[in-house]
């Protein structure tokens, strides 16, 4: 998914004058005044996809003889990357597992987790849809087992159609968030479609009157006009959809998310174009979050991944 609209690049642009303007590194030189070159690996998470194409998209101004390449593996298949050393940096929209955290200890690579930003899962149905009004995660999750098929099997005036279900693949984090808050590790109805970019399954609900899907929040913002949200009944009774609010102060629960940017220390100790992006992504990771369609962190939550970074690398 391409963010290169007119709104992006005024939002893109402001944040490069503001930056220079505070002297945080965005100038056209890396923070020791030296013009970088090299290549920095980054894979993983569909979701956190977006954010670092376009911080890669606007580093490429900053240091233009640094190549970033931003992989979408899924989250999985970002981790397995990460520990075969085939990458610097591994974004995921969940946790690292604990076999993720073996294999990493085995391959002998240290690394430190920063959150980057919030996002909501959202769940989605065809713009024809005009029946469901709102969910709650029990609901979700006998549709998604396969326990009801039918929208009358969960709402007797709606219809008696067949639902068409759209998921991401079982490398994503986001498929892995959903099997572990709706559907409490059960299997995944089979007859489900699923697919690890995003744009497929968008693709699938909107051919399809009675599809239904889910992913990341800023996917259904850049097709908001072909799709219906899906409201969910929340801890407090209340059918709330996902927006910037309603994510980051919590009411959209519990298909709140963190997400995630994984880094090798030893990138960032002995590249010094892996150091200089890493500090790059994460002085523009709010701004680039906010652009994208997702949330930023607390300004405060940026300032200690720094001060961490500097501490890995030693600065």
Same mark, same amino acid.
Request: hydrophobic share 35%; with cysteine.
């Given at each position: ?265 030893? !990138? *960032?100790?002995?590249? $010094? ?7 790059? &992504? /994460? @002085?523009?990771?709010?701004?680039? #979050?906010? !652009? *994208?369609?997702?949330? $930023? ?7 200690? &991944? /720094? @001060?961490?970074?500097?501490?890995? #690398?030693?600065?």
């Amino acid at each position: 998914m391409k963010f290169k609209n007119i709104a992006l690049m005024l939002v893109m642009s402001f944040v490069l004058v503001l930056a220079a303007a505070c002297g945080n590194n965005t100038g056209g030189e890396s923070g020791n005044g030296e013009e970088l070159s090299g290549d920095v690996m980054v894979d993983g998470s569909s979701t956190v996809f977006p954010i670092f194409e376009a911080l890669a998209e606007e580093y490429a101004a900053v240091q233009p003889k640094v190549k970033v390449s931003v992989g979408v593996s899924g989250s999985g298949g970002g981790f397995e990357k990460f520990s075969n050393g085939e990458t610097d940096m591994s974004n995921a929209s969940r946790p690292i597992k604990e076999e993720e955290v073996s294999a990493l200890e085995e391959a002998g690579i240290d690394y430190t987790e920063f959150e980057v930003a919030k996002d909501g899962l959202t769940i989605v149905v065809n713009s024809e849809n005009d029946w469901v009004d709102k969910m709650t995660i029990d609901q979700l999750k006998q549709v998604w087992t396969g326990k009801a098929t039918m929208w009358s099997d969960i709402n007797s005036e709606w219809p008696e159609e067949e639902i068409k279900l759209y998921s991401p693949g079982t490398d994503s984090g986001t498929y892995d968030y959903f099997n572990e808050v709706v559907l409490e590790e059960e299997q995944m109805n089979k007859e489900a479609t699923l697919s690890e970019d995003d744009n497929v399954l968008v693709n699938g609900v909107t051919g399809s009157k009675n599809g239904m899907a889910f992913f990341g929040y800023a996917y259904y913002l850049e097709n908001k006009e072909n799709l219906n949200v899906v409201p969910i009944v929340n801890g407090e009774g209340e059918a709330i959809e996902p927006s910037a609010e309603t994510i980051q102060d919590g009411t959209y629960e519990p298909l709140s998310r963190p997400l995630y940017n994984y880094v090798k220390h030893s !990138a *960032v100790k002995d590249d $010094a174009a892996v150091y200089d992006f890493s500090k790059y &992504a /994460l @002085e523009n990771a709010g701004a680039m #979050a906010d !652009a *994208v369609g997702y949330v $930023a962190l607390p300004e405060e939550k940026y300032t200690e &991944a /720094l @001060e961490k970074l500097d501490e890995i #690398a030693g600065k």
